[in-house]
């Protein structure tokens, strides 16, 4: 694995890991990379300081100092209000990062597949039965609906609930 400090065109700062050197260029060339902030996928890895393992115990010597990234010339999003914990600026990246993909998910499927609300489960039922044809929907199930559908094999999923549908 290897950590990545990147910044947007718009001055954005962030983290990511890849599974190699190569994998961040495959993924940026087909424009996979975005910011988190502003979702530009126009995005370049910033200055790191190498970690260097030590031989005894296979600690890690304290990385020199970053050259920090330069103001953003855009106004504040919400986000960049709170700034992250200096212990955790890599979980709250993540954090965002998934959430960020959760959205797109449930984006996605809200575009491209039919609301049927409370009728969710016999929709379902009738298409894992051959009753009708099967076609992408999504809608409203209690747990023990969701719970019966699953031990009777019909593939179902929840939508992510993401802090801001609470709002």
């Given at each position: 694995m290897i950590h990545y400090n990147l910044r947007c065109k718009?001055?954005?700062?962030?983290?990511?890991?890849?599974?190699?050197?190569?994998?961040?260029e495959t993924q940026e060339k087909?424009?996979?990379?975005?910011?988190?902030l502003c979702g530009s996928t126009d995005v370049e890895r910033a200055i790191m300081a190498p970690r260097i393992?030590?031989?005894?115990?296979?600690?890690q010597a304290p990385a020199v100092?970053?050259?920090?990234a330069?103001?953003?010339s855009v106004p504040a999003t919400p986000a960049e209000v709170i700034p992250p914990s200096p212990s955790t600026p890599l979980l709250m990246t993540q954090e965002r990062e998934m959430r960020a993909k959760l959205k797109e998910l449930r984006d996605h499927i809200v575009k491209n597949a039919d609301n049927v609300g409370e009728r969710?489960?016999?929709?379902?039922?009738k298409m894992h039965y051959g009753d009708i044809e099967h076609r992408p929907i999504y809608g409203e199930a209690s747990p023990d609906e969701a719970k019966a559908l699953i031990e009777e094999g019909v593939e179902?999923?929840?939508?992510?609930?993401?802090?801001?549908?609470?709002?």
């Open positions: 718009k001055g954005h700062a962030f983290e990511s890991w890849f599974q190699s050197s190569s994998a961040y087909r424009k996979l990379v975005n910011c988190p393992a030590r031989k005894k115990g296979r600690e100092e970053q050259v920090p330069p103001a953003a969710f489960p016999n929709e379902a039922r179902v999923m929840p939508l992510p609930t993401l802090p801001d549908d609470r709002n």
